[in-house]
Structure formats: C-alpha cells, structure tokens
T-cell receptor, first 113, second 110 residues
C-alpha cells in the first residue's frame, strides 16, 4: 500500500530538548516536504527536498533542520524546540515532474512546554 | 509569491443542501489545483486534482472547477450529508511548490 508514515504521532516535550520526527514513503518519490499547520494559517511549508542530498528552505524554516540521506526518509529535526513550534506537522511526498497529487502522512501533533 | 484564500472560513448547512466552497489565488501560472479534506486531528485526503489545462473534475457528489485567468476555483458538493462535515483545503501547485488556503470548516447538520 502506497503511504507516507510519520513517527511519533503525538509528542509532548519541553523547551530546549532536541527531538526528531521521522517521515518515510514507500513510493520511490523524489520530492518530499514538511509542513506545519496552525489555526487560521493553513499549511505552511518548512523545508522541502527535490532528491537525495538536496534540501531547500520553505516559508518557515527557522528553528528546524532536515536531512535527506536516503530517498525514502526525510526526518525533521528540532534542535532546541520552543513553545511557538507547538503545531501539527505533516510530511508529504510526490514524484518530481509529474503533475500529480502529493501524498500526506497522518500528521504529528507536537506540544512544546 | 502565491497567496491562496478560501471563503468562507466556516459554513453550516442542513443536510441535503447543495453548497459551494470558494478558493482564489493570486498567481495564475499554476501546474494544478487540488482540493483536500481534513477531518479533525487527521491527515489530508486528496479529493480532486485539476490540471492547469482542465476546467473541472468530478468525483461522485463533488465537482471542482478551475478558472485560471480569474484565479478562482470552486468545490461544489451536491446533496450534502453529515459525513461531509470536515475542513476543506484548497492547494495550488507551481513547480512542486504547493500553497494552501486556510480552509473552510464545513458542518452539515442532520
């Protein structure tokens, strides 16, 4: 089954404690991205990756890091989380060059105290 | 920079009513436009994808239209049901850059 998986689904942490949210897709997609969703703001892109070892900033990259060492994985790293990073995070993937839909993961709800 | 706006932010209708959700975007040079459904606390489910060369797409009771020149799309839901209650998101894609509207929260009352 084609899917994008994220872990963990829910996370409560404290300010400054480094965390990683994993994202994995099984569709051999080149393009992967991370979004955060906040009430009234829709989804905003944090980082995206066009292929292995190629990453770029989205609209709201501050406070986040990503890596793309393998095609299927695109982890999101918060080196020193702060309360304003409390949000719902989505990972997505699609094939580069095709005008096709992006596939979204189920979301990770993060609370930073 | 592409900006996507959805109106209304929230909509409540009685069961059985036909309804229209609106999406507007500022840059007409798009690859495609998608409508998603999001249930509370859940991920996004793609409903309809309209390529830039198309004018509309239909799936069951859903019909989405696209007018690139005016920067508008509508999602028409026929004979609404309580199960249609969710947030509907419009997303515009340019070269793998996807921009989302803030969504319309739909409530269909039995």
């Amino acid at each position: 089954e084609a899917q994008v998986t994220q872990n963990p689904r829910y996370l409560i942490t404290v300010t400054g404690k480094k965390l990683t949210v994993t994202c994995s897709q099984n569709m051999n997609h080149e393009y992967m991205s991370w979004y955060r969703q906040d009430p009234g703001l829709g989804l905003r892109q944090i980082y995206y990756s066009m292929n292995v070892e190629v990453t770029d900033k989205g609209d709201v990259p501050e406070g986040y890091k990503v890596s793309r060492k393998e095609k299927r994985n695109f982890p999101l790293i918060l080196e020193s989380p702060s309360p304003n990073q409390t949000s719902l995070y989505f990972c997505a993937s699609t094939r580069v060059g095709d005008q096709e839909t992006q596939y979204f993961g189920p979301g990770t709800r993060l609370l930073v105290l | 920079k592409q900006e996507v706006t959805q109106i209304p932010a929230a909509l409540s209708v009685p069961e059985g009513e036909n309804l229209v959700l609106n999406c507007s975007f500022t840059d007409s040079a798009i690859y495609n436009l998608q409508w998603f459904r999001q249930d509370p606390g859940k991920g996004l489910t793609s409903l309809l994808l309209i390529q830039s060369s198309q004018r509309e797409q239909t799936s069951g009771r859903l019909n989405a239209s696209l007018d690139k020149s005016s920067g508008r799309s509508t999602l028409y839901i026929a004979a609404s049901q309580p199960g249609d209650s969710a947030t509907y998101l419009c997303a515009v894609c340019n070269n793998n850059d996807m921009r989302f509207g803030a969504g319309t929260r739909l409530t269909v009352k039995p």
